[in-house]
């Protein structure tokens, strides 16, 4: 069965940028999550949806950051504009209900 | 809010011995799940091991084991047999049952080094 899948893996732009990070959940699950990982913070959790309906948005840093998930097999993570203080691995997992979070093998991004 | 702990920011085992790294929470729920993912250099996370918070029977899966301790809201693994593979980031994470909020909550992690 296919994971959960992210896309670009590795990302580097420069300031200023608008960058876009994918995500294709595994297949019938109705939860989607949005992690950051840093050194300084560790795991966070930036924003999750059900149903493609955002939940909990309020780990989202800033008003750069924006997320949506038009369809049940798809989402996007964008940050516009960004800054290097968004460099990070963002991780974006699924899940069914009371289930176990399935992580995707994330996105490092650098910002420079 | 719930908080996740791990004392230990890296952990060292000899090869086959066993190793246990530490887990400590903070919530006001008494229903909950509690997980381990590992995370290798490759970067992926990985679930390890889960915990449902009514179930008073510690968790098995191979090698590894859990001690779960609900009045002290600890949450222990104990990696038995350690071998090379095992070296990683280990994440002790925390979710609430019911409610609504699927979200995790992370501990900072433990690296664990096992030397051959």
């Known amino acids: 069965d296919a994971g959960v899948i992210q896309s670009p893996r590795h990302e580097v732009t420069e300031m200023g940028q608008e960058v876009t990070l994918r995500c294709k959940p595994i297949?019938?699950?109705?939860?989607l999550f949005w992690y950051r990982q840093t050194m300084m913070r560790g795991l966070e959790l930036l924003i999750y949806?059900?149903?493609?309906?955002?939940?909990?948005d309020s780990g989202m840093p800033e008003d750069r950051f924006s997320a949506k998930m038009p369809n049940a097999s798809f989402s996007t993570l964008k940050i516009q504009p960004s800054e290097p203080r968004d460099s990070a691995v963002y991780f974006c997992?699924?899940?069914?209900?009371?289930?176990?979070?399935?992580f995707g093998d994330g996105t490092r991004l650098s910002i420079l | 809010a719930q908080t996740v702990t791990q004392s230990q920011p890296e952990m060292s085992v000899q090869e086959a011995e066993t190793v246990t790294l530490s887990c400590t929470y903070d919530?006001?729920?008494?229903?909950?799940?509690l997980f381990w993912y590992k995370q290798p250099p490759s970067r992926q996370m990985i679930l390890v091991i889960r915990?449902?918070?009514?179930?008073?029977q510690n968790a098995t899966e191979n090698r590894f084991s859990v001690n779960f301790q609900k009045a002290a809201k600890s949450f222990s693994l104990k990696i038995s047999d350690s071998q090379l593979g095992d070296a990683a980031m280990y994440f002790c994470?925390?979710?609430?049952?019911?409610?609504?909020?699927?979200?995790?909550?992370f501990g900072k992690g433990t690296k664990l080094t096992v030397n051959p």
């Open positions: 997992a699924s899940s069914s209900l009371n289930q176990p979070q399935h």
């Open positions: 297949s019938g699950h109705d939860y």
């Open positions: 949806f059900n149903n493609n309906v955002p939940i909990d």
């Open positions: 919530t006001s729920e008494s229903d909950y799940y």
């Open positions: 915990q449902e918070a009514y179930k008073q």
């Open positions: 994470a925390y979710r609430s049952h019911g409610g609504g909020s699927e979200k995790l909550v």
